[in-house]
């Protein structure tokens, strides 16, 4: 009888463990969930990939939406709900991220856009640096929904921004022209 009990725990302890597997991808050793429940919108797992900088391992992005696509423009311009998770592989200063995505922001839009968008990275950039510094594993949520940014952090919402040209330029810091790493736009596009 305690053979029986035993066997019965363990299979369901491995039957729990192959649950768990089927929801969720493993990305250069770091798993991330294939869906992310938005409000009342569950999003899939469009790609995931690490951004690397030199030799570092800097933060692992996962991109979600409503249904998977390899179209970066439409991915940009659409209004339905997407979200960019991004999972933090070192510890890293606010300020310090909040310069990397301005620095992507410019290489992505142009000089009448740059500044156009100048009142929102600002406001954005105050929502990042409500956190002094980040730590390793940390994990910052940007959510994109019609014209709106939000940004949630350490498991609390940060704050939002509503400007459709901002939302636009601040997803194609990823997966525009000029993205901050080719290989993650690729990733995050699934592709490769």
Not at 12 to 24: C, E, G, K, Q, R
Not at 108 to 129: E, H, M, V, Y
Request: aromatic share 6%.
């Amino acid at each position: 009888m305690k053979f029986k009990a035993s066997f019965l725990a363990t299979a369901l302890v491995i039957l729990s463990t192959l649950v768990l597997d089927a929801n969720a991808r493993t990305v250069d050793g770091h798993t991330v969930p294939d869906t992310l429940q938005v409000g009342n919108t569950q999003l899939v797992l469009n790609g995931a990939g690490i951004r690397k900088k030199v030799v570092f391992d800097v933060y692992l992005a996962a991109l979600y939406t409503g249904k998977k696509t390899d179209q970066a423009q439409a991915l940009i311009s659409s209004t339905a709900p997407r979200a960019l998770r991004l999972v933090l592989l070192r510890d890293i200063d606010s300020t310090d991220l909040a310069d990397a995505l301005n620095e992507g922001l410019r290489d992505n839009t142009n000089t009448s856009q740059w500044q156009a968008i100048q009142p929102s990275a600002q406001k954005f950039a105050g929502l990042l640096l409500k956190q002094k510094s980040l730590k390793r594993g940390s994990v910052i949520d940007l959510i994109f929904s019609g014209s709106r940014v939000s940004v949630s952090a350490l498991g609390g919402q940060q704050g939002a921004v509503d400007d459709a040209g901002f939302a636009q330029a601040l997803l194609a810091v990823w997966l525009g022209k000029d993205p901050a790493q080719s290989s993650l736009k690729q990733a995050l596009l699934g592709v490769g």
